[in-house]
């Protein structure tokens, strides 16, 4: 059992940043795989970023990559999200997920646990 709570939502002016949290409980040592989806009104679940829990492997859509930044502190169980040079179409609920595989898998209904989401909107 892992429960996850995303914190750090919020508004902000486009070319902003804004950093999120995600913090993990329960038996988290069994999740290897920690990552972020986004899901913007009226559209699927999309893929973020992921990061291995062990070595800290990390991997990024298309979409972000080179702007956002995945992060964690195993000592806190806490995994982060640092979003920078943000973008109108960045808005959407983001939301913390682990995976009880090792391994890569960018396909939403793959992953096992999930936090409750957090709000981004970034204004133009």
């Known amino acids: 059992q892992v429960q996850l709570v995303e914190s750090g939502g919020g508004l902000v002016q486009a070319g902003g940043s804004l950093s999120l949290s995600c913090a993990a409980s329960g038996r988290t040592f069994s999740n290897p795989v920690m990552g972020w989806f986004r899901q913007a009104p009226g559209k699927e679940r999309e893929f973020v970023a992921r990061?291995?829990?062990?070595?800290?492997?990390?991997y990024y859509a298309d979409s972000v990559k080179g702007r956002f930044t995945i992060s964690r502190d195993n000592a806190k169980n806490t995994v982060y999200l640092q979003m920078n040079s943000l973008k109108p179409e960045d808005t959407a609920v983001y939301y913390c997920?682990?995976?009880?595989?090792?391994?890569?898998?960018?396909?939403?209904?793959?992953?096992?646990?999930w936090g409750q989401g957090t709000q981004v909107t970034v204004s133009s």
């Open positions: 990061i291995t829990r062990m070595v800290g492997n990390t």
């Open positions: 997920a682990a995976n009880s595989r090792l391994g890569m898998s960018r396909q939403w209904r793959d992953w096992d646990y």
